[in-house]
């Protein structure tokens, strides 16, 4: 029973370009939302996260958008940059600072 | 602040045999889990920890995986015995405390079973 999903398991886009990766749940009891980037051989890395009270969050490049009745969320990065290549994973809590459950993660390639 | 420390970063061990991984967490951080990420999937909850009591272990298999951390400061996970499907990495993470956003994972332990 996947609680986080998200669908797509890889994404190329070119550099200067917006990418877009989405993420579906299915738990109604989620309340906080976060993405996390993960390199090889490293663990994966705080990026953005959202409360359920919002509906948009900015941080520099990176936006993450939440649709509490489609239960879905979107982390945009505009511009695109290599650097930016990576798998990037959505999770969800039921409290803050519950246990996270992660959907699958999207490997994003950037291309120059 | 450095950050959360795991060794080993790699192990190779025979099906049956038992493993161990050690997690250092961050300074002063209260909370500590312990992830399963096999290959292609996101991290799995294995156990979280509130200073040294266990605050869910529900997805932890108690029949083979047990964790520690006696002082409320580093982890131990162990695997007694070991089975092929247990391959994956291992992630330790912490966090100040339970309501604190956002954790801090280390660089994980990847476990091959043979």
């Known amino acids: 029973d996947q609680q986080v999903k998200q669908n797509s398991p890889s994404l190329s886009v070119q550099e200067g370009r917006i990418s877009i990766l989405n993420c579906d749940y299915t738990?109604?009891?989620?309340?906080?939302f976060l993405w996390y980037k993960k390199y090889p051989a490293e663990g994966p890395t705080f990026l953005i996260s959202i409360s359920s009270i919002k509906d948009k969050n900015e941080d520099g490049r990176f936006t993450v958008f939440l649709n509490k009745s489609a239960k879905h969320l979107s982390l945009h990065i505009v511009p695109s940059q290599p650097g930016d290549s990576a798998v990037y994973f959505c999770a969800a809590s039921e409290n803050a600072g519950n246990m996270l459950t992660f959907g699958g993660g999207t490997r994003l390639m950037v291309k120059p | 602040e450095a950050g959360v420390a795991q060794s080993p970063r790699y192990k190779i061990i025979e099906k049956r045999q038992s493993v161990a991984f050690w997690c250092n967490p961050i300074s002063g951080h209260a909370t500590l889990y312990w992830y399963q990420q096999i290959l292609g999937q996101g991290p799995k909850l294995l156990i979280q920890?509130?200073?040294?009591?266990?605050?869910?272990d529900s997805q932890l298999p108690k029949d083979r995986f047990s964790a520690e951390r006696l002082k409320g400061v580093d982890s131990t996970l162990k695997i007694q015995p070991a089975k092929l499907e247990d391959s994956a990495v291992y992630l330790c993470?912490?966090?100040?405390?339970?309501?604190?956003?956002?954790?801090?994972f280390g660089s994980g332990t990847r476990l091959t079973v043979v």
């Open positions: 738990n109604s009891m989620f309340d906080y």
């Open positions: 993470a912490s966090s100040l405390d339970r309501h604190n956003y956002g954790y801090t």
């Open positions: 920890f509130q200073n040294n009591g266990v605050v869910d």
